[in-house]
């Protein structure tokens, strides 16, 4: 299994960015996918999760009507469409499966929202 995130950087408040993550190693369209993210000092916490077939979402309460999960399974891709970003969203942003070996992380992505 590897998860290979992308598309983090330096934004300005009120900016957007949309992260990725490229699957492989497993049936991707099998089974749901997670975005987390972990501040310095603070807990990893699960930002967003999308099921197998993309028809059910859910979000954290603190990115709720910021950011978007989407998936597209032909190309083993998973995205985070992050708007309207606040400094409190900088954090490492990972990609996360849970198959039934356990869980499975990529390298994370550094995303800092910053003026």
């Known amino acids: 299994v590897q998860l290979v995130e992308s598309g983090g950087g330096l934004v300005q408040p009120g900016g957007s960015l949309r992260l990725s993550c490229a699957a492989s190693?497993?049936?991707?369209?099998?089974?749901?996918m997670s975005w987390y993210r972990q501040a310095p000092g603070k807990e990893r916490e699960r930002v967003a999760v999308?099921?197998?077939?993309?028809?059910?979402?859910d979000y954290g309460a603190s990115v709720k009507g910021r950011f978007t999960i989407s998936r597209v399974n032909v190309k083993n891709t998973v995205y985070l469409q992050m708007n309207s970003l606040k400094p409190e969203d900088t954090a490492v942003y990972y990609c996360?499966?849970?198959?039934?070996?356990?869980?499975?992380w990529g390298q994370g992505t550094q995303v800092t929202v910053s003026s």
């Open positions: 999308i099921s197998s077939n993309g028809a059910s979402r």
């Open positions: 996360n499966v849970q198959i039934l070996s356990g869980a499975r």
């Open positions: 190693g497993f049936t991707f369209s099998n089974y749901a």
